[in-house]
C-alpha cells in the first residue's frame, strides 16, 4: 500500500525517526527486502504493530524492551538481535539509558505496508 508520495506506507514513521537505508528486490517471489535504521528516545515506545513478512533486527544502541503478543517479553541490549515473524503484534519501548537505535531488515510484500498499528494484546497476553 502506497502513500501520497507513492512509498510504500510505513505507520512508525510517524511515531519514530526511521531511515530507509536500502530496498531491494528479493530472490524470494513477491517479496521485498528493505532496512530501516530507527532512533527510540529514551522512554519512548513504538506502539504494537505488524509488518506484512519477517522482521531481523539488530539493537546498535540503547537498551530495547521488546513485548512480543503471544510470547515473551525481549531484553535487548546493544549487540543483540531478535526475529519478529510475519504479522506477529509487538511493540518496542527504549528503557535507556540513553536513546536507542536499531537496524531492521524486512522481508515482506511490496503491495503491503511496512508497518501497521494494531491493537495491544489482552491483558495477560503479554
Same mark, same amino acid.
Do not use: C, K
Given at each position: ?8 506506507? #510505513? ?18 517471489? $513477491?517479496?521485498? %527486502?528493505?532496512?530501516?535504521? =530507527?532512533?527510540? *528516545?529514551?522512554?519512548?515506545? /513504538?506502539?504494537?504493530?505488524?509488518? *506484512? ?5 539488530? %539493537?546498535?544502541? $540503547? ?7 503471544? $510470547? /515473551?517479553?525481549?531484553?535487548? +541490549? ?5 526475529? %519478529? ?11 535507556? +539509558? ?6 531492521? =531488515?524486512?522481508?515482506?510484500? +511490496? #503491495?503491503?505496508?511496512?508497518? =501497521?498499528?494494531?491493537? *495491544? +494484546?489482552?491483558? $495477560?497476553? /503479554?
Amino acid at each position: 500500500m502506497m502513500d501520497a508520495d507513492g512509498q510504500q506506507r #510505513d505507520d512508525l514513521a510517524g511515531r519514530l525517526e526511521r531511515v530507509e537505508v536500502q530496498r531491494a528486490a528479493s530472490s524470494i517471489p $513477491g517479496r521485498t %527486502i528493505v532496512q530501516v535504521l =530507527t532512533t527510540i *528516545p529514551e522512554g519512548v515506545e /513504538s506502539g504494537w504493530h505488524t509488518h *506484512p513478512g519477517e522482521e531481523v533486527g539488530y %539493537i546498535l544502541a $540503547g537498551n530495547v524492551e521488546m513485548r512480543i503478543a503471544g $510470547g /515473551s517479553t525481549l531484553h535487548l +541490549p546493544a549487540g543483540s538481535g531478535f526475529l %519478529i515473524p510475519p504479522g506477529v503484534r509487538h511493540n518496542a519501548r527504549d528503557v535507556g +539509558p540513553g536513546t536507542g537505535r536499531m537496524l531492521s =531488515t524486512y522481508l515482506v510484500d +511490496p #503491495d503491503e505496508p511496512l508497518a =501497521t498499528f494494531a491493537d *495491544p +494484546p489482552a491483558e $495477560g497476553g /503479554s
